[in-house]
């Protein structure tokens, strides 16, 4: 059984290399031809970027891969042996929470290679290494404080319950609806300091929006995410009456009034289709399939790793293989976000009004650009990776003329990855 399992996590990084591997070969053919939506420059960069970031997720899998080799083997059995000595309920705690905190500080060169190497490079990255630091251990507090009473309710649940696996999941996605409730407020607790909109005429214009679908916030707020990254982005976070509008000061920055309200009436679309529910109905689901296989593994597993079927040992397998049945499900719930993505658009643009179409389309372009997002990816790709539209084919919906894009680089050889 033991080797099964491991079968299957090879198999899914096997899976997830050769997708990586044909998308580098694809862009690194296409970037070389004629640019779409971009300069050619631009087309280019946003290539090369990227390619980068691919090759980075490549490591990524080799490392990630080796190390679920060590837990498998040694990592579980030495966290064992360092707390066995404990009270039952500490004993779970500490092993598991090690487990968490050893891939935290385990994941800490790439998170710093991604900012300050990459993203520096291509000139996203706004922050300092103290604004990081102090960032990355506000997080490391959170993980501690937050995962060991999640680790608690799980290890009560399971020596409580015949049917743990049914409750574990009913406490899990609680947690999950939770943080979708509680984010915004600890965003800007720790992290982001929003400040309302002060441009009362673009407040006015957002609420106009929102109240033609139904939408009640608790206000219209402005993130200082450029001291941080350039990127643009917005957000809709909380339920109910919390519920609270971001806009990134950097979007403010790039985008027209037109153009803005164009892309928060994509956002209300999602609103109003229910699509935040549908998401989290999904999410659900993955959470259900994943505690029903590990709820009922045959204690033959547990044997072969020369351990008991202890709550610790069931949480870090769980959390080892729920890379794996993510990008099983990812497929499923791509195919539905784009769909939703699509709609979405659609209300985006009738919400603008008769010019709406056009404004959104042009927001598009803008995000493309300011993001250095390249505008064409491998089907193999998309299929794995996408929960959006390939932004051609959004804007195509849209009734932007884009024309035929060249699918020769689906036809050559894939370029040298590395």
Known sequence: MLAFIVGIYTLYIFISIYTSVMQIGYINIAKRKQAVLLTQSEFLTAG?????????????????????????????????????TLEPLY????????????????????????????????????????????????????????????????????????????????????????INMLYPAFRAMFFDKLTPLEDKALDSEIQILMDKTGFVSSGVFVSDASKRDARLNAYFGGFGKAKRVVLFDTLL????????????????????????????????????????????????????????????LIMILLMLFMPVLGFLMMPIMGIVSRHNEYAADKMGSELGGEAGGIELANALQKLVTENKSFPLSHPLYIFFHYTHPPVLERLKELGVAIGDTDKSALEGKCEAVL
């Open 48 to 84: 090369n970027y990227a390619v980068a970031k691919e090759k980075l997720a490549l490591i990524n899998y080799f490392v990630d891969f080796i190390f679920f080799l060590l837990w498998i083997d040694v990592g579980i059995k030495f966290l064992y042996s360092q707390f066995y």
């Open 91 to 178: 004993m779970n705690i500490m092993i598991v929470m090690g487990f968490v905190v050893i891939n935290s500080v385990l994941s800490l060169p790439f998170a710093y290679y991604e900012k300050f190497v990459l993203d520096t490079k291509y000139g996203f990255n706004k922050s300092t290494l103290e604004q990081w630091l102090k960032d990355t251990l506000i997080s490391f507090v959170m993980t501690i404080v937050f995962g060991t009473l999640v680790v608690w309710g799980i290890y009560e649940i399971i020596t409580t319950f015949r049917l743990w696996w049914l409750w574990s999941f009913v406490f899990i996605f609680s947690v999950v609806i939770g």
């Open 253 to 312: 920055e790039k985008l027209t009034t037109k153009e803005l309200l164009a892309v928060l009436g994509h956002e209300l679309g999602h609103f109003a289709h229910g699509d935040i529910y549908k998401n989290i109905a999904l999410v659900g689901g993955m959470l259900f399939v994943m505690f029903a296989v590990f709820g009922n593994l045959p204690e033959t597993l547990y044997m072969e790793f020369g351990l008991s079927q202890e709550p610790y």
